[in-house]
């Protein structure tokens, strides 16, 4: 009877169950011309943060460029391509200065050249990630997570990375897909999600009051 009743609380509150109050969304995504999608006014990491605050209750912080990336994407991959190979460190607007309040961190980007986008690396080198939990996720189109997971224990080694979540950017727009993003977040972060949601995707973000 104690095993079956302890199997019964395990199935409720799931042992990797993360605290939603104490987690954190930091991400970025880039508007315009995306690859395979066309034009658009969200980019498609974007899109997967948007589902998640609405079937969650997390806050989120996007990182917003001082100076914006172009919504041609050749250019953009020429701007992307100049940044990786000169390591630089792209400005950021606004950006997030202390995750204290936080436990948890769910981390979302495009994957850009096999890589973590270099904006991405500013924001995480401003924060202290000691004794925080990274849950990596990104939208790529045929990368996978890339090599972003070493680029993210590289420079916060203090962190705890565990390992990423990716959906091709053409699919985080598509309903059909919400099952893997659900997936993720109760088999992963032990989340217990809320359905009542519309249709399609709602192109807004709960934004957090920065600290």
Do not use: C
């Not at 849950?135 to 590289?154: A, L, V």
């Not at 217990?192 to 249709?199: A, S």
Request: aromatic letters at 10%; charged letters at 25%.
């Amino acid at each position: 009877m104690i095993q079956f009743i302890l199997y019964f609380v395990l199935l409720i509150f799931p042992s990797n169950q993360i605290d939603e109050s104490k987690t954190l969304i930091i991400f970025f995504s880039r508007a315009g011309e995306n690859y395979n999608v066309g034009k658009v006014d969200k980019g498609n990491t974007e899109m997967i943060v948007d589902y998640i605050t609405q079937v969650t209750k997390i806050k989120s912080f996007k990182i917003n460029p001082e100076t914006e990336y172009p919504i041609n994407y050749t250019e953009t991959i020429q701007i992307a391509r100049n940044e990786k190979n000169t390591n630089a460190r792209p400005k950021i607007k606004d950006p997030l200065t202390n995750i204290d309040n936080y436990d948890t961190i769910l981390l979302g980007y495009p994957i850009w050249h096999t890589d973590l986008p270099n904006i991405v690396m500013t924001q995480l080198e401003l924060l202290d990630f000691e004794g925080k939990t990274i849950y990596p996720f990104n939208t790529h189109e045929g990368s996978g997570t890339g090599n972003s997971i070493n680029d993210i224990k590289n420079l916060v080694p203090k962190a705890d990375v565990k390992d990423g979540f990716a959906l091709r950017g053409q699919n985080a727009r598509k309903e059909e897909y919400r099952s893997e993003i659900d997936k993720w977040l109760k088999e992963d972060l032990g989340l217990q999600i809320n359905q009542n949601i519309p249709d399609s995707p709602v192109s807004t973000t709960q934004p957090i009051v920065k600290t």
